[in-house]
């Protein structure tokens, strides 16, 4: 736990919060979004998803997206990319990663995914195949969904998630990350697989992937934190909410990230001001979709007033 | 960290949550609401306090709650004391503890209770001085607010706050406390400071006491729990908000905490869904009231589903 080593916060709300909201939101002003981010200082960004625009018409714009990145000096961005289909658009598109899902859940890996864990272990061999046969420089992360739980199958085996994330790494992956998709993760199971995870994959176990459905969003990023992880995964506004759970706050805010590590004097590089004003215009442009999160109603502390995390 | 110790929850909704209203709940009211805190498995419950009627008539009723809550077998009950007057009064109620409050502000302590903290302890010497005389039992607590910043004087010295914890218990407290009453700490701050406590106060350390202002209530309390407490406040239904942030919550929601130590592990005694019925009859009972909190929206994960904590 050294306080001088910076936190990367990674912002998803452009693929894991739209993904989950039944509306379209126009290309230009997800590039407002995404240049107000950028401007809030984050450096890494999930700008969409190369999956196919009948299943999520949300993203079909994702290549645009990827584009207008491009276009921003440092920001290194990322998108989801389900199949080989989707590597070969993500490549093409110039990402600078690709990220996998694979869940850790028998059940919600057939039911999300219809593919089984191994089968999707299978295709990320293919997929750093593809990626090396182009040339590219795109990075692999695999995100291990459903790693502390599922609401399909309930109960994980940790042993299960330390085999696949010792799997994807032999299957070419450079990252990969543990999410608890569902909010059932709590800060001692955190801390546990964390740390067993770290222990097979050293700094290749590069994110943590918190949701704040049952209130413990940032408690469990402070054990994975405690545990030694630096990179985490929030989202502007706490927007995604949770499918399971209507009402409920879904991924963990990305601005009550950045109050939780600049409150511990853990540098972010993120500008508060810039996230408290991207959150009021994210209302309008969101106009009926509850934003969730808790720093925004009280403000910084007196004793933080003023300054950039 | 060891999760077969129980954990103590103690909630004090009848007191820091009503304190803060300006509505008054009906004697009868705050007697279903007392039982329903006892049938939900609460052991120890800050029922009142004992100051003069024209500053708090919210709880001029003390005496009485006292008197209930003496008649459920295996409740503690306490009652906050500002000075000896009030201290007589726990003492002629009966109350198992009087929870004295101590601002480590000067500013703050200046402005709430009128005295320098040097004199509050003074008064804590005269309180156990009249306590023993009295041939009372009633343990006496002392809850350091402001141990973590104040609104009012920005940061409070750590040193400051050491000192405080030894004074008051060479002056005669059993027990000892820290208060968030602000909503300002942090997990690093909490664990630093509650380590160095500990080291000058062993297990008469006794309580944490945080509120969920700013998202990291949670946070905080794991982070206490982390250095070696096992008793923390809370409010059910998250009620008391918080005076300097209109619409924020204050005093963690004690089902959020008995979720916490459930989703670990760890036992505290607390029946979730009779919390959760609780809640319900706040709402009717402080109708317009907000109420705060988190696992209240999406229920405990199914692998949690049916448990007690």
Redesign the interface.
Same mark, same amino acid.
């Given at each position: 736990?050294n306080?001088d080593t910076p936190v990367i916060l990674r912002d998803t709300s452009l693929r894991d919060g739209l993904q989950s909201l039944a509306r379209t939101v126009p290309t230009e002003v997800k590039r407002q979004w995404l240049r107000a981010l950028f401007d809030a200082g984050l450096r890494e960004v999930e700008v969409g998803s190369f999956v196919p625009a009948r299943l999520l018409p949300q993203l079909a714009d994702t290549a645009e997206i990827v584009a207008t990145a491009r276009e921003l000096p440092g920001l290194v961005c990322s998108v989801l990319v389900p199949n080989v289909r989707g590597a070969q658009a993500a490549i093409d598109a110039g990402a600078a990663w690709m990220l996998l899902p694979l869940s850790a859940s028998h059940a919600h890996s057939l039911a999300n995914l219809r593919k089984t864990p191994d089968d999707a272990v299978a295709e990320v061999g293919r997929i750093r195949a593809l990626r090396d046969a182009a040339g590219s420089r795109c990075g692999i992360e695999v995100g291990i969904s459903t790693a502390f739980?599922?609401?399909i199958q309930?109960?994980v085996s940790e042993d299960e998630v330390v085999r696949l994330v010792a799997a994807v790494l032999d299957a070419g992956a450079e990252r990969v990350g543990l999410a608890d998709t569902?909010?059932?993760?709590?800060?001692?199971?955190v801390a546990r697989l964390f740390e067993r995870c770290l222990a097979v994959a050293g700094d290749r176990l590069a994110c943590g992937h918190f949701h *704040?459905?049952?209130? +413990?969003g940032?408690?469990n990023?402070?054990?994975a934190w405690q545990a030694g992880i630096s990179r985490f995964d929030g989202c502007v506004g706490g927007i995604g909410g949770?499918p399971?759970?209507p009402?409920?706050?879904g991924n963990v805010a990305t601005e *009550?990230l950045a109050? +939780?590590f600049a409150?511990?004097?853990v540098p972010t590089g993120l500008d508060f001001k810039a996230l408290m004003a991207l959150r009021v215009r994210l209302g309008s442009w969101l106009e009926g979709e509850p934003l969730h999160?808790?720093?925004w109603?009280?403000?910084l502390?007196?004793?933080l007033a003023g300054a950039t995390a």
């Open positions: 736990m306080t739980g599922c609401t309930g109960a569902v909010g059932y993760a709590d800060p001692l199971q *704040d459905t049952r209130g +413990l940032l408690a990023t402070y054990a949770c399971h759970a009402g409920a706050s *009550d109050y +939780l409150s511990m004097g999160g808790s720093i109603r009280a403000g502390p007196r004793t």
